[in-house]
């Protein structure tokens, strides 16, 4: 067994094994567990179906930047979701990926168990669900993913199957040069430097997981993923073309139609934090089907850990005042995977008491210390904050009255 496995005395003949392990087993009904209370399920008159997201056309980033970039921007702000065509990325690297992870759902369960565990920063963990044993109403969906950290030179990988590593390692260096590539246009469409959202993520971290939703008995009673928004930067998916992810726009749900070899970016809730709302992360989920399977691979491009985010402080000024708080990433992804911590609950733990106008300050001005009209105020940002990702956390902050 390797040594990096977490959670190795459970008891692994009482885990819920998956819902692969349920379906290889000749399941007919729907088990009780994943049967989501009607509040929860998907309610067809409020879907819009066939949806054509933003297409972002990567090719024209050289022929004309300043329309790319615009053209970014705004599905980043009026949607936060868009779809990515002409990337560059292989279409053997992306299905080269597909293979592997196939062959990794498909291992023996006894296999696949070595490698389970609800916690979400081990490098390799395999799960049904999200954390099955905190969850009264689970998903339908098992998944393995890879956290992997700028501070470990060596990444472990599963041992089997062989070619799993190779094909993985080649699509994480592509996804990751696509990610640095946006962000630097995202960066520009603020009006900042190229590399400014970079380096308020610091230490930049991935997290690589591939969902796996096997057909479903009654799918009308239970959801693929709930409706969540992503807690960290930037979301980069690539999935068949079966469909079910769908998107929120105010009370309706938008049943995404995705593009063969495109990939599906949102915006996370990093991102819309730091450009003080101007970019949307957006609530999603994931519907099943009752007779195909599902298959999405899912690169999370998020900062460091130990990263205090904030609103940058060029994006302040009287017009736009300062709309969230500065909180520690970690403190923001605990929340984050609580189980019954809904979307109000995240929203409201981020976004800023109402106290007026609220600016930084930045060394003399009529913003800072030396204004008579200035008071500081810690309470309404969380108190002290310490980091060095993000600017604004560094800085103090200010109230105007």
Same mark, same amino acid.
């Given at each position: 067994?390797?040594?990096?496995? /977490?959670?190795?005395?459970?008891?692994?003949?009482?885990?819920?094994?998956?819902?692969?392990?349920?379906?290889?087993?000749?399941?007919?009904? *729907?088990?009780?567990? !994943?049967?989501?209370?009607?509040?929860?399920?998907?309610?067809?008159?409020?879907?819009?179906?066939?949806?054509?997201?933003?297409? *972002?056309?990567?090719?024209?980033?050289?022929?004309?930047?300043?329309? $790319?970039?615009?053209?970014?921007?705004?599905?980043?702000?009026?949607?936060?979701?868009?779809?990515? *065509?002409?990337?560059?990325?292989?279409?053997?690297?992306?299905?080269?990926?597909?293979?592997?992870?196939?062959?990794?759902?498909?291992?023996?369960?006894?296999?696949?168990?070595?490698?389970?565990?609800?916690?979400?920063?081990?490098?390799?963990?395999?799960?049904?669900?999200?954390?099955?044993?905190?969850?009264?109403?689970?998903?339908?969906?098992?998944?393995?993913?890879? !956290?992997?950290?700028?501070?470990?030179?060596?990444?472990?990988?599963?041992?089997?199957?062989?070619?799993?590593?190779?094909?993985? @390692?080649?699509?994480?260096?592509?996804?990751?040069?696509?990610?640095?590539?946006?962000?630097?246009?995202? @960066?520009?469409?603020?009006?900042?430097?190229?590399?400014?959202?970079?380096?308020?993520?610091?230490?930049?971290?991935?997290?690589?997981?591939?969902?796996?939703?096997?057909?479903?008995?009654?799918?009308?009673? /239970?959801?693929?993923?709930?409706?969540?928004?992503?807690?960290?930067?930037?979301?980069?998916? $690539?999935?068949?073309?079966?469909?079910?992810?769908?998107?929120?726009?105010?009370?309706?749900?938008?049943?995404?139609?995705?593009?063969?070899?495109? $990939?599906?970016?949102?915006?996370?809730?990093?991102?819309?934090?730091?450009?003080?709302?101007?970019?949307? @992360? *957006?609530?999603?989920?994931?519907?099943?089907?009752?007779?195909?399977?599902?298959?999405?691979?899912?690169?999370?491009?998020?900062?460091?850990?130990?990263?205090?985010?904030?609103?940058?402080?060029?994006?302040?000024?009287?017009?736009?005042?300062?709309?969230?708080?500065?909180?520690?990433?970690?403190?923001?992804?605990?929340?984050?995977?609580?189980?019954?911590?809904?979307?109000?609950?995240?929203?409201?733990?981020?976004?800023?008491?109402?106290?007026?106008?609220?600016?930084?300050?930045?060394?003399?001005?009529?913003?800072?210390?030396?204004?008579?009209?200035?008071?500081?105020?810690?309470?309404?940002?969380?108190?002290?904050?310490?980091?060095?990702?993000?600017?604004?956390?560094?800085?103090?902050?200010?109230?105007?009255?």
């Amino acid at each position: 067994m390797p040594s990096f496995v /977490a959670n190795v005395n459970q008891q692994t003949d009482v885990l819920p094994k998956g819902v692969k392990a349920l379906m290889d087993n000749g399941l007919v009904t *729907i088990p009780g567990r !994943y049967i989501k209370p009607p509040s929860h399920r998907a309610v067809k008159h409020l879907i819009v179906p066939g949806v054509e997201i933003p297409v *972002i056309d990567m090719a024209a980033l050289e022929s004309d930047r300043e329309k $790319f970039v615009q053209t970014l921007c705004k599905a980043s702000s009026e949607w936060g979701i868009f779809q990515v *065509i002409n990337h560059g990325i292989p279409v053997a690297t992306m299905q080269g990926m597909v293979h592997g992870v196939l062959e990794l759902f498909d291992l023996p369960i006894e296999e696949k168990m070595k490698y389970y565990t609800e916690e979400v920063f081990v490098p390799v963990r395999y799960c049904t669900s999200m954390t099955p044993s905190q969850e009264t109403h689970m998903e339908w969906h098992d998944h393995f993913q890879h !956290y992997f950290s700028n501070r470990e030179k060596e990444h472990p990988w599963p041992e089997k199957p062989a070619c799993y590593k190779r094909l993985a @390692s080649s699509y994480v260096s592509s996804v990751r040069h696509l990610s640095q590539t946006l962000m630097s246009a995202l @960066s520009e469409g603020l009006g900042l430097d190229s590399n400014c959202l970079a380096k308020s993520f610091g230490d930049s971290e991935m997290i690589l997981r591939s969902n796996y939703y096997l057909p479903c008995p009654n799918p009308d009673l /239970a959801l693929g993923m709930n409706g969540h928004t992503d807690s960290g930067g930037l979301t980069i998916l $690539f999935e068949d073309q079966v469909g079910g992810l769908q998107a929120r726009k105010g009370d309706l749900w938008y049943d995404l139609k995705p593009i063969k070899n495109a $990939f599906i970016v949102n915006i996370a809730d990093q991102l819309e934090i730091l450009s003080n709302g101007k970019y949307k @992360s *957006i609530e999603h989920r994931v519907l099943v089907q009752p007779d195909q399977t599902r298959l999405s691979i899912v690169a999370f491009c998020n900062p460091s850990r130990d990263a205090v985010i904030g609103p940058l402080l060029e994006l302040i000024d009287e017009q736009n005042p300062l709309l969230y708080k500065s909180t520690l990433y970690q403190e923001h992804i605990t929340n984050a995977e609580t189980p019954h911590y809904h979307i109000e609950d995240l929203q409201a733990s981020v976004k800023l008491c109402n106290h007026g106008s609220v600016m930084h300050g930045r060394g003399p001005s009529s913003r800072g210390p030396g204004s008579a009209k200035v008071k500081h105020v810690q309470e309404c940002i969380g108190g002290q904050v310490h980091g060095r990702g993000n600017p604004a956390a560094n800085q103090q902050s200010w109230i105007v009255h």
